[in-house]
């Protein structure tokens, strides 16, 4: 038999903050209706809006927030709103992936718990769930907790209620929570960002590459070290450029608290700074080791190698003077690093994109 019933349409309207919730939530702009039809309900038919705006900076207490959004439901075509932020959120009982107001039909969702890894299929999952939950033809059998934690299924997400029975927090498993969250965090800040913004660091480390793959006596210092001391050099090389970066450029927040009261996420925000530039001075570091490889390999002859060690080179010899090489490379990079120029370096800390968009919506205001 053929439904004879009138298709109805929902309108899913998507706000996202700058950078990468704003790119995410054009992705799922794209892709969340046809998942709707096929999960929820392909009578329906599914519309999703994408406004990029930095509503963390414009509206940051939370239940302005929701207010907010619930204007633009009520003063707009959107039968409800998903808001995407890429800062942590937190909720009575620890970090949430996402707070539910059902009376307002406004959902946000916290990207850095979602964790780092297949964040694009983990954000269309909990998005359809929240959105077939809070559509206003929804006619749901079960209390808004039970019904969300059936929905989303997973034994590593529970739902609590919050401070109404139509107002809910969605919570990740609490043991590797905090992990998830960091990495969340590192993804949000988009360390390869700062792989590709130390253009100076590059040349200062490509210099002091050079000297370690020229200079035969480096050869023999490096063949012998021994495994221990060059693990050693090379954990403090990544610590230097690590420190040398976030002290250089001012990422470390301190606490910059004139009301008396105190700031519970600067900590993190701080741990996730430092986990974001470790992430990119290892890339970097990765990256100058395979270019002085590769230099090593073209420039020195295995047969005079041999000469200079008193023995028959072999691959080990080339991999331990690259390493060694780089590590020098690296230092000298930690002092270019501060050569760069601090906007590109410091969209790897979160305060900074927080002032940014309490700048970009008071020159708004302003115009």
Request: aromatic residues 6%; glycine residues 8%; contains cysteine.
């Given at each position: 038999m053929t439904d004879d019933r009138p298709r109805r349409t929902v309108v899913v309207g998507?706000?996202?903050?700058?950078?990468?919730?704003?790119?995410?939530?054009?992705y799922l702009g794209r892709t969340l209706p046809g998942v709707l039809a096929n999960r929820v309900d392909d009578r329906v038919t599914w519309r999703a809006e994408v406004v990029d705006d930095p509503f963390e900076a414009m509206y940051p207490d939370y239940d302005r927030l929701v207010d907010k959004a619930h204007e633009r439901v009520r003063t707009t075509d959107?039968?409800?709103?998903?808001?995407?932020?890429?800062?942590?959120?937190?909720?009575?009982?620890g970090f949430v992936m996402a707070t539910v107001d059902l009376d307002s039909r406004v959902a946000l969702i916290s990207l850095p718990a979602l964790g780092g890894l297949r964040l694009r299929r983990r954000l269309t999952d909990l998005a359809a769930?929240?959105?077939a939950r809070m559509e206003p033809g929804h006619r749901p059998q079960t209390g808004l907790v039970r019904d969300l934690a059936r929905r989303l299924g997973s034994r590593s997400v529970r739902v609590e209620r919050a401070r109404t029975d139509n107002e809910v927090h969605v919570f990740g498993s609490p043991t590797p929570g905090?992990?998830?969250l960091l990495a969340g965090m590192v993804r949000a800040n988009r360390p390869w960002q700062l792989l590709v913004g130390l253009s100076s660091a590059l040349a200062g480390a490509i210099a002091g590459t050079a000297f370690g793959v020229l200079?035969?006596?480096?050869?023999?210092?490096?063949?012998?070290?021994?495994?221990?001391?060059?693990?050693?050099s090379t954990v403090a090389a990544l610590a230097v450029l690590t420190v040398w970066i976030i002290a250089g450029h001012g990422l470390w927040e301190r606490a910059e608290n004139t009301s008396g009261t105190r700031d519970p996420d600067r900590r993190l925000r701080n741990a996730g700074t430092v986990a974001t530039v470790l992430v990119g001075s290892a890339a970097f570091f990765a990256t100058l080791y395979l270019l002085a490889l590769a230099a090593v390999l073209l420039v020195i002859p295995p047969d005079f190698l041999g000469k200079t060690l008193g023995h028959s080179a072999g691959v080990r010899d080339y991999l331990t003077i690259a390493l060694t090489a780089t590590i020098l490379g690296t230092v000298a990079g930690a002092v270019g690093s501060g050569l760069e120029d601090d906007t590109t370096v410091r969209k790897a800390a979160y305060n900074h994109r927080r002032r940014e968009r309490h700048r970009w919506v008071e020159q708004r205001g302003d115009s």
């Amino acid at each position: 038999m053929t439904d004879d019933r009138p298709r109805r349409t929902v309108v899913v309207g998507i706000l996202a903050d700058p950078d990468l919730p704003a790119r995410l939530a054009q992705y799922l702009g794209r892709t969340l209706p046809g998942v709707l039809a096929n999960r929820v309900d392909d009578r329906v038919t599914w519309r999703a809006e994408v406004v990029d705006d930095p509503f963390e900076a414009m509206y940051p207490d939370y239940d302005r927030l929701v207010d907010k959004a619930h204007e633009r439901v009520r003063t707009t075509d959107w039968d409800l709103a998903l808001c995407v932020t890429d800062l942590p959120l937190r909720g009575p009982h620890g970090f949430v992936m996402a707070t539910v107001d059902l009376d307002s039909r406004v959902a946000l969702i916290s990207l850095p718990a979602l964790g780092g890894l297949r964040l694009r299929r983990r954000l269309t999952d909990l998005a359809a769930a929240l959105t077939a939950r809070m559509e206003p033809g929804h006619r749901p059998q079960t209390g808004l907790v039970r019904d969300l934690a059936r929905r989303l299924g997973s034994r590593s997400v529970r739902v609590e209620r919050a401070r109404t029975d139509n107002e809910v927090h969605v919570f990740g498993s609490p043991t590797p929570g905090t992990v998830r969250l960091l990495a969340g965090m590192v993804r949000a800040n988009r360390p390869w960002q700062l792989l590709v913004g130390l253009s100076s660091a590059l040349a200062g480390a490509i210099a002091g590459t050079a000297f370690g793959v020229l200079y035969s006596s480096i050869w023999q210092l490096a063949t012998a070290l021994g495994p221990a001391r060059l693990a050693g050099s090379t954990v403090a090389a990544l610590a230097v450029l690590t420190v040398w970066i976030i002290a250089g450029h001012g990422l470390w927040e301190r606490a910059e608290n004139t009301s008396g009261t105190r700031d519970p996420d600067r900590r993190l925000r701080n741990a996730g700074t430092v986990a974001t530039v470790l992430v990119g001075s290892a890339a970097f570091f990765a990256t100058l080791y395979l270019l002085a490889l590769a230099a090593v390999l073209l420039v020195i002859p295995p047969d005079f190698l041999g000469k200079t060690l008193g023995h028959s080179a072999g691959v080990r010899d080339y991999l331990t003077i690259a390493l060694t090489a780089t590590i020098l490379g690296t230092v000298a990079g930690a002092v270019g690093s501060g050569l760069e120029d601090d906007t590109t370096v410091r969209k790897a800390a979160y305060n900074h994109r927080r002032r940014e968009r309490h700048r970009w919506v008071e020159q708004r205001g302003d115009s």
